[in-house]
């Protein structure tokens, strides 16, 4: 029973460690009514003075389920007061239904967007969004 009551303290200890040292941010994202049943993460970690964004999604449909003529999805960085820009294509695999991507902004406040396009060369995001994450940096 100490022993256990111990092991707790103990990784308790190093949770809070790790947290109080500024590991990566970590939110886990659903998907939007366009993609309700999509779910994952985004994990922001800080690197030389910008954040390395990754983006992991789970159960997201091929994009053409979620809206004719579309063939990829988008990941879009929207600072605050600012246009969305793109960071990259989600890496997605239709037969287990995940999709990834990593990127980097300078920015520490942030909307990550997740849209449904019909290629990948759009200019600006279209209204087809599957997943949103607003992040609040830390220094």
């Not at 303290?9 to 009514?33: D, H, K, M, N």
């Not at 990834?100 to 300078?106: F, G, I, V």
């Amino acid at each position: 029973m100490l022993r256990d009551v111990i092991r707790v303290l103990g990784l308790s200890a190093i949770l809070f460690a790790v947290s109080a040292c500024g590991g990566p941010q970590r939110y886990v994202v659903t998907g939007t009514e366009r993609a309700a049943g999509a779910d994952g993460e985004v994990v922001i970690e800080k690197i030389e003075g910008s954040r390395m964004v990754t983006v992991n999604v789970e159960n997201l449909p091929p994009p053409d389920r979620i809206t004719a003529g579309a063939t990829v999805y988008v990941v879009w960085i929207k600072p605050q007061g600012a246009a969305p820009t793109m960071a990259g294509l989600l890496e997605y695999n239709a037969s287990n239904r995940k999709g990834r991507m990593r990127a980097t902004t300078p920015h520490q406040r942030f909307t990550v967007m997740v849209t449904a396009e019909v290629d990948g060369t759009v200019a600006s995001p279209s209204e087809i969004i599957v997943l949103r994450q607003e992040v609040e940096g830390r220094n």
